[in-house]
């Protein structure tokens, strides 16, 4: 029976992101509907015809930007592979090298474990990527950048032996509110330039692992920052169906 409502509840959060994506896409499709119209009517305008096309093509790269994060639930293997982590997470900071060098971060790695876990490397390169752009974005220039791996036992689930992995920053840190907020799709603070599906995918294929993510946040002036941590069971392997949509969040723990 449990099994039964797990399985409805996964049903009514995909029907529910469904529509919301429906929705977030339709939007910039109906201004770009609207500006190619205008852009026809006003043939003779260079200055107008030019100011419709820069923001038809904002809200083309909108559509984009929501497309690429929901649909990259990318498994380029069939089975999974065994890693470690760490290489995995140099291999998205390299490829935010420009950012982190043009703000002028620092790094500091901790890889207290080097042991591997069976993943689809594709999937959680994805939650990597999107735990450290949220970092960096929040930080300011010369802000700091922690990772950290370590060997533990998972809190909830006593006794299951895992991985944690923590990415940290110094940055702004979240209110209570933002906090709150966290679990739904499409919340986000960075308006145009966010989508508000970072996490969300994050923690849907975290769970589809067995894993989950926590969160610890301040905006305090003394020890403002935030830390996302996540676990990862290691004698789990991830489920072989891909739910697309993922499974409904978890709750993010303090
Ligand atoms: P997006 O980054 O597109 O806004 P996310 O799902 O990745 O969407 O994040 C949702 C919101 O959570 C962000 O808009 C931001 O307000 C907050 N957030 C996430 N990570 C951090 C962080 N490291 N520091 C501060 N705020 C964060
Ligand atoms: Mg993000």
Redesign the pocket.
């Known amino acids: 029976a449990a099994e039964i409502l797990r399985e409805n509840q996964k049903l009514i959060t995909i029907g529910r992101l469904t529509a919301s994506i429906a929705h977030e896409i339709n939007n910039p499709l109906e201004s770009i509907t609207n500006l190619l119209y205008l852009m026809e009517a006003e043939r003779n305008d260079p200055n107008k015809w030019k100011q419709y096309l820069t923001l038809a093509q904002r809200e083309l790269s909108r559509v984009v930007q929501i497309s690429k994060?929901t649909l990259t639930f990318s498994r380029e293997t069939t089975v999974p592979v065994r890693v470690q982590l760490s290489e995995l997470i140099e291999e998205v900071v390299a490829l935010y090298h420009r950012k982190i060098s043009e703000k002028n971060l620092r790094i500091l790695r901790q890889y207290e474990s080097a042991e591997q876990v069976s993943v689809f490397p594709g999937e959680m390169r994805q939650v990597l990527s999107?735990?450290i752009?949220?970092?960096i974005?929040?930080t300011s220039a010369g802000g700091l950048l922690k990772f950290r791996i370590r060997s533990a036992r998972n809190w909830s689930d006593q006794g299951v032996q895992g991985i944690r992995v923590s990415?940290a920053?110094d940055?702004?840190?979240?209110s209570a509110e933002?906090r709150h907020r966290?679990g739904q799709p499409f919340?986000?603070?960075?308006g145009q330039?966010?989508?508000?599906?970072?996490?969300?995918v994050?923690r849907a294929i975290l769970s589809r692992y067995g894993g989950n993510l926590q969160l610890r946040?301040s905006t305090s002036p003394e020890r403002h920052?935030?830390v996302?941590s996540m676990f990862l069971p290691t004698n789990m392997r991830p489920l072989a169906v891909i739910p697309r949509g993922g499974a409904s969040p978890s709750p993010v723990g303090e």
């Open positions: 994060q999107n735990l752009a949220n970092a974005e929040a990415v920053d940055g702004s840190g979240m933002v966290l919340f986000t603070t960075k330039h966010g989508t508000g599906l970072g996490l969300w994050t946040s920052g935030t996302f």
